[in-house]
């Protein structure tokens, strides 16, 4: 299959380099070569060894009845909604690693996939290399998915844990994170929660088909942590940590949040740390279940596209019809009950 690649940064160098590094075992996974036709990006790689694949004008993949696929790693929602939904609209399959268009547009692509019998994957815009959307469709063809928990943003944990091992401050473990390629190109998203939130409406979407707007959940970030804050709760084995959560109430109402938790030394997110991510899944009659993975960076993200990638080379005549995303405000609810917040405080921990 043909592919074009959108935006060659850090996510979209990472797929390329290893759609190349590793052709032989991408091909077996998904039963024939993919081959990168085409790089989208408006900077100059005249002097790249792969020059002569490089477009700075879109419609040229748009229109080219070659390319089957195109895989979005354009950072922010403009133009990288607009060159998805024509890609989709020009009856082309979509992968994407953004999570800002699909936690504010996912609904309306997944429709336009849907009519045009192709396929919008996004596996790499929540939870970085761990399977998690995947995972979670699974999971509701066994059972209902009652409850999400997790670390989502890489960045935020792994300046906690530099702030905790090293006590150097917020900003020095934010510049490493940027020197490693965590960070987003405006970290303020990583630190204030924005990036978390974004991700956590992303994973209730799928878990429970509503889509909510993530500027309306309650969001609080890492900007207010002192390492007198982590050492605090280091004094009792509890760790602190940007904590998601996703909840389904009985009622139907669906309880979204942002904020930094003190974790209690019983539950498993409390060791995971660096650019780790970690996510419970709380699925009725199955319990728990916790999936664990790195969370940001070129590698480890480029994975999850390309799983996306074989998924629909392999499977090339499906389309996203079985996904339906309601954008829905009104399913979400603020407060949680009482009794969930004290069962919460045991299990999870407490919001500091
Ligand atoms: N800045 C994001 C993070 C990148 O640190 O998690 C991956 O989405």
Redesign the pocket.
């Known amino acids: 299959m043909k592919i074009a690649v959108l935006g060659f940064g850090n996510i979209g160098s990472g797929v390329v380099e290893t759609l190349i590094k590793n052709a032989g075992a991408i091909a077996a996974g998904a039963g024939e070569p993919v081959e990168v036709k085409y790089i989208c990006d408006i900077r100059d790689f005249s002097a790249h060894p792969l020059k002569d694949k490089f477009i700075t004008d879109f419609n040229t993949a748009a229109n080219d009845p070659e390319i089957e696929l195109v895989a979005e790693m354009i950072v922010g929602l403009h133009p990288a909604y607009d060159f998805t939904k024509k890609a989709l609209e020009n009856g082309k399959h979509v992968v994407t690693s953004n999570?800002e268009v699909v936690a504010a547009k996912g609904d309306e692509l997944l429709r336009i996939a849907r009519e045009r019998g192709v396929r919008y994957l996004y596996e790499a815009s929540a939870g970085?290399t761990i399977p998690i959307l995947r995972t979670i469709a699974d999971a509701l063809r066994v059972s209902e998915i009652t409850e999400i928990n997790g670390i989502?943003?890489?960045?935020?944990n792994y300046i906690l844990e530099r702030m905790k091992i090293e006590g150097i401050s917020m900003a020095e473990a934010l510049k490493e994170?940027q020197e490693k390629g965590?960070?987003?190109a405006v970290p303020d998203?990583?630190i204030s929660g924005a990036?978390t939130a974004r991700?956590i409406c992303i994973l209730a979407s799928a878990a429970f088909g509503s889509l909510v707007d993530w500027s309306i959940i309650p969001c609080r970030g890492i900007e207010g942590i002192t390492v007198e804050d982590i050492e605090e709760a280091s004094k009792t084995g509890r760790a602190v940590k940007l904590t998601a959560r996703a909840v389904k109430l009985e009622n139907g109402k669906i309880h979204l949040s942002v904020e930094p938790m003190s974790i209690t030394p019983d539950c498993p997110l409390v060791s995971v740390n660096g650019?780790y991510?970690a996510i419970l899944l709380k699925v009725k009659d199955c319990g728990e279940m916790m999936f664990y993975g790195k969370?940001?960076g070129s590698l480890p993200?480029a994975g999850a596209v390309i799983a996306d990638i074989c998924d629909i080379v392999r499977h090339k005549n499906c389309s996203s019809d079985d996904i339906i995303w309601r954008r829905d405000d009104s399913v979400f609810v603020a407060d949680l009950p009482r009794e969930i917040i004290e069962e919460t405080e045991k299990r999870l921990g407490f919001p500091i």
């Open positions: 999570k970085g989502l943003n890489g960045t935020t994170a965590y960070a987003e998203n990583d990036d991700k650019v991510n969370g940001a993200t």
